[in-house]
């Protein structure tokens, strides 16, 4: 065992926070996967209980996970390190207001800057699997349920296990890019999106990442990727895949692309000013402005 130790500790910081945030999550979404198989199984037999029952399950599950991720239980000799990696730190009103304004435009620029992208090159839609059969409560609990997951595991994993070492080791902008470029590259392993997404998707990992060092919590980020998450399947599920689109270079660019770009650049400058914003308000005040 020792020996093991020793050649775990021997690694770069780089590979043990990555190899260690890959765990949190591959450990997170199989017992996941488990859920989903036994509520999937329930719902052949008893229709209206498998979303209820898989959501009650799926939370009870996250909240014993948050809890050990956050310190509790065994082993106690890593309880403090367990803490501090995830970091899930209570704030005040006036941060989490700066934190959710700062990245929900954030966001919305990212997404804006995706039908950009979309014009350039073909991007494959994003679509959510055929639940026709399905009760719309059991839809909407099985929503639900996955964003949450993906905001408490995700966010434990990357911005916590795995960003918090690399900020100590290598700061914070080597650690945001890294860690975002594995969450991006995490997401097209799961099989629906492809290499064109990763820029996205690793956007995205770079709002949550500086919201998470700024306001040294998680959970602000896991706010905002939960709503993230349950809003884009929401939409998927109810209006279907965007048709796909001409590219500029086929049709030339035509409003809808102008009209994108705009909003990108406007709400993107409103995003780095409302983040100038965060880190004012998360900064201690000097005794001569109190």
Known sequence: MNRISGVWHRLPVLVRAVLTGLLVVFFGASVWSVLI?????????IPWAGGPVFLLLGLAFLWGYWRYLGGRGWPQRTAEARRTLLRAHALPTRVWVWALSAGALAEIGNVAMTFVWGRLIHLQPFTVPDLSRYSNLTVLCLFLGIAVEAGVVEEAAFRGY???PLEKRYGPQVAIIAVSVVFGLVHIANGYRELTWLLADAVLGAILGTMAYLTNSIVPGLVLHAANDAIRFFVAWKL???PPKTLIWESGPDFSFWMSVTVVAIVGGGAIWTFRKLALAVRPQSPEST
């Open 240 to 242: 279907g895949p965007n």
């Open 37 to 45: 198989f036994a509520s999937h199984k329930l719902t052949a037999s």
């Open 162 to 164: 795995m960003q918090v």
